[in-house]
Structure formats: structure tokens, C-alpha cells
């Protein structure tokens, strides 16, 4: 910890979509993925923050658009985020999870 009483720390941010890889249909509403998130969470004293937004990409059958979350998280290291991660792929039934990694510093006022 510096004289600014901030600490080094990792962030991460997940970013997963919630349309089904197979149907590219969106059958997972925003409040179930909620509900999933905060069951794995809550078990495993996961701290995080979910933005709600909007994602497009390029997949085999063309360019599409889709509700995309971003999930950040600081204080797990890198074995428990792609953990989650990989829950959350198989729970949604998506193609890929983005993972990314920051090191930042942080404090709490």
C-alpha cells in the first residue's frame, strides 16, 4: 500500500452473451442469468459488479447482435475466474466467454 492508502490488485472482467450457441436465440432473460450468477457467487464469496449491455459479432451464419454482460470482479486469482467462467459457458450454453486482466489499484472511501 502506498502514501494514497491504495492497494495493487487484479481486476477481471468476464463479458458473456446470453444468446444460446445453438439457437442463437436469446432464451436466457437477463434476471435468470442474474439469478445463476448470484447462486455461484453467493456459494463461493465471489465479490463482483454485472453491467448490462449490448454486443455484436461475426459468427458462421452471418453478423448478429445480442444482450451482452460484463461481469468484473476483484480479490480471486486467475484459476477461480476461469472456473466461473467455464460454469457460466455450460450454464448459458454459449460459444466463448471473453475474459480480461488488469492490474490495477484500488481503494475503498
Do not use: P, W
Request: proline letters at 0%; a negative charge; aromatic letters at 10%.
Amino acid at each position: 500500500m502506498g502514501n494514497n492508502g491504495f492497494k495493487k490488485g487484479i481486476k477481471y472482467e468476464i463479458f458473456i452473451g446470453i444468446k444460446d450457441k445453438d439457437s442463437y436465440e436469446e432464451i436466457l432473460s437477463i434476471d435468470d442469468f442474474k439469478d445463476i450468477l448470484r447462486e455461484i457467487c453467493v456459494e463461493k464469496e465471489i465479490n463482483f459488479s454485472l453491467l448490462t449491455q449490448l454486443g455484436g459479432y461475426k459468427h458462421n451464419k452471418g453478423y448478429t447482435t445480442e444482450t451482452s454482460l460484463r461481469i468484473i470482479i476483484i480479490g480471486i486469482n486467475e484459476q477461480e475466474v476461469n472456473l466461473l467462467s467455464q460454469v457460466l459457458k455450460k450454464k448459458i450454453n454459449t460459444d466463448a466467454v471473453l475474459i480480461t486482466k488488469t492490474e490495477i489499484e484500488y481503494t475503498f472511501s
